[in-house]
């Protein structure tokens, strides 16, 4: 007893002097080792919390988890009211003359079909090791044992992106628990509905522009560079998503009473599909990349990326890659048009001898700063009609039937826009030099990610750089069954998070 209220009143003592500390590499590394279990352990109670967007009961419960452990940590916290789910924002002011930082945080996920899950429960975590070529086992951890890095914990959001939030409390708990201060003022903004791609924050960031105001933001979502090096994004693609429909008959008919007489709209529609991209996988929609200037300087970096083309593509299961750029990250710094969905008729077991009325084909673009959806979905509206396709908002009518041979509609929706910081810029130099010292040279600059954040609206709104923090391994199963996070991933966020946290800038 006595000896523990000298080491109580020795450490009331120096604690005044070691906040504003800069900590070594080497002890970033040691105060992360420590916090690891209890961060697993965290991270595996928190991935209890079933949380779908679209679940107005899951969005509170998670929030009302969120904003007790951000109180626990002596933020101030408060709901944000949007017209649909809410946001939580958390505050911790250091000093006046300290830099802010505002972290953006995804809580929702992805929906999940259990039957396609290797366990019982997509949002009951297991911890699991590999034992030989795609076969993992369950192991029987129990909270505060040792834990190998190897290890991966399976669950709905563990890599997207409770995990990366973990990281981060994790390491803001370290600073709590000893009473010691960052090196920055933080706020926090945690999302509910990333994965409908954030339909109210554009408008809560308007009208919150003050209370968000921050010299730079740091996004703990997305996947590590394919080295699963600690990882760096300094963009993101936007995206735009549209269904065209084709039309043919105005109902199903039999194949053998009406083939040779009746078009079938599928061929149409495939030949509207070849249409849109050369046997080299470019697009041929006109103007689809104008604007678009790759400089040296930007070929150097992109190419400078410690990655294996041959490699990628054994992975990937290809032989050849398309050729819009000359590797894989140029080709990330393009807009992209997909087709993500083909319906027509039945296959299958349901298979019928018939001409389908109609064909259903859905497109994604993603998009990059110097081509707009706007842009975009005109371009590919007035490719449509180059076509030949005579566009109807709805069913065409029995008189449209007669008149025009290829009948098409166009629906669309404009999602996350895209936003890009300059690497060489004063934020990136900050996040270099914080993570450098733990990391040294195993550390990854991408230019942009090919995948989407709702973050366009910070950027555009409050005119601060943007840049992404990425901390699951790259083969972690996002968006799919038996989604995944690399404990040793995991560790490395923690130390990525003190570091930063820890750095002055």
Known sequence: MKNSLIITLLFCCIAPFLNGQKLSGSEIREIAQGKFSGGVEELIEFLKLPNIGSDPEQVAQNLEWCQNRFNRLSFDTQIIKTEGAPLLFAEKVISADKKTILFYLQIDGQPVDPSEWEQADPFIPVIK????????????WQAGGPLNPEWRVFGRSASDSKGPAMAFITALDYFHQRSLEAACNIKVIMDFQEELGSPTL??????????????????????????????????????ATATIKI??????????????????????ASRFIASLKDPNGRVLIPSFYDGIVLSDQDKIALKSLPENEDSLKTRLGISKSEAVGNNYQESLQYPSLNIRGLRSAWVGKEVRTIIPEDVEIEIDMRLVPETPGERMVELLERHLRKEGFYL??????????????KIASLKYRLGSRPFRTEMNSETGEFLNR????????????????GGSQ????????????????????????????????????????????????????
């Not at 039309?247 to 149409?268: C, D, E, M, T």
Request: glycine share 8%.
């Open 434 to 449: 914080a993570l450098g010292k733990v990391f040294g040279t195993k550390l990854v600059n991408m230019r942009t990610t």
């Open 454 to 505: 709702p973050i366009a609206p910070f950027v555009k709104t409050m005119d601060v750089p943007a840049v992404s923090i990425r901390i699951p391994n790259p083969d972690n199963s996002i968006h799919a069954p038996n989604e995944n996070l690399r404990l040793g991933n995991f560790l490395e966020g923690i130390m990525m998070c003190l570091a930063i946290l820890n750095e002055p800038h």
């Open 247 to 268: 039309y043919g008959p105005s109902s199903p008919l039999h194949s053998g009473q009406y083939g040779n007489y009746a078009p079938n709209p599928v061929f149409a």
């Open 129 to 140: 090791e590999k034992v030989e070529m795609g076969i993992w086992n369950s192991v029987n």
């Open 202 to 239: 554009a408008r809560a960031v308007e009208e919150n522009k003050s209370l968000l105001e921050a010299d730079m933001v740091l996004i703990m979502d997305g996947t590590r560079h394919i080295s699963n090096w600690p990882t760096l994004t300094y963009g993101a693609r936007g995206i």
């Open 392 to 405: 109807v908002d709805s069913i065409p009518t029995a008189e449209e039937r007669s008149v025009y041979p």
